[in-house]
């Protein structure tokens, strides 16, 4: 089942914060967060597994609650070019293991102004 | 590394016609996936395999459908016959399943897409 994403836009000027929200009705493993921009490919910006271990990028932050299967992406003193959609992809919890297999929310679509 | 290669990136085909897309995954990638994103639905998940093996094709909308993984460095999703509503950006994207997360396991490399028109 599709992960619910929220808001789904959101329209920043630079140097603003914005927090983008990422809910499922499953026990998660891990939640995966990308940003596409328009004519791109979806790259990869962090990752979260139960448990706490995570990796991702330097200006970028997310939490993950799992007892609530919630992920929330902080973007912070945000740029021109964190302008793009935002996805989030969620794991279930398979025993630990579920090699890779995101199910994708719909996205947030991000614009930053000057 | 060049990433994650597909092939081709646009294919304009007329109803009921072959198509094939091919994807190239990072080497030392284990695993591979294939998604396909519309506006009306998204990034949609389609198949993907580990090790070359088929683990799940739940995704794969019917018969017309299909996809395969010789070895390692080669995967084609084939539709026969195309119909208008398969028109969509096809991603193929890589992963490496073991590991830790520091070192960088299951997260997706994607490719540039294939975009597919069927007339």
């Known amino acids: 089942q599709q992960p619910v994403q929220s808001p789904q836009a959101v329209i920043l000027r630079e140097g603003e914060d914005a927090v983008i929200n990422c809910s499922s009705s499953?026990?998660?493993?891990?939640v995966h967060w990308y940003r596409q921009k328009h004519g791109e490919a979806p790259v990869f910006l962090m990752i979260l597994l139960k448990g706490g271990e995570q990796k991702g990028h330097e200006k970028i932050s997310a939490s993950f609650n799992e007892k609530k299967q919630q992920s929330s992406l902080y973007l912070t003193a945000s740029q021109l070019s964190y302008s793009g959609t935002y996805f989030c992809?969620?794991?279930?919890?398979?025993?630990?293991?579920?090699?890779?297999?995101?199910?994708f929310g719909q996205g947030t679509i991000l614009t930053v102004h000057p | 590394d060049a990433g994650v290669i597909q092939s081709p990136r646009h294919e304009v085909t007329e109803m009921g016609q072959e198509v094939t897309l091919r994807c190239k995954p990072i080497?030392?990638?284990?695993?591979l996936f294939w998604y396909r994103q519309t506006m009306m639905r998204g990034l949609e998940l389609l198949i993907y395999?580990?090790?070359?093996?088929?683990?799940?094709d739940s995704g794969m909308p019917e018969d017309r459908f299909s996809a395969k993984m010789p070895n390692a460095s080669f995967s084609t999703l084939k539709i026969q016959p195309s119909e208008p509503r398969d028109s969509a950006v096809y991603f193929c994207?890589?992963?490496?399943?073991?590991?830790?997360?520091?070192?960088?396991?299951?997260?997706?490399?994607f490719g540039a897409g294939s975009r597919l028109t069927v007339l």
């Open positions: 992809g969620t794991a279930p919890n398979a025993g630990g293991t579920s090699y890779g297999k995101l199910t």
């Open positions: 499953k026990a998660l493993y891990s």
């Open positions: 994207a890589s992963s490496l399943t073991t590991g830790t997360v520091i070192s960088g396991a299951n997260v997706l490399t």
């Open positions: 395999f580990n090790n070359n093996v088929p683990i799940d």
């Open positions: 080497s030392g990638h284990n695993s």
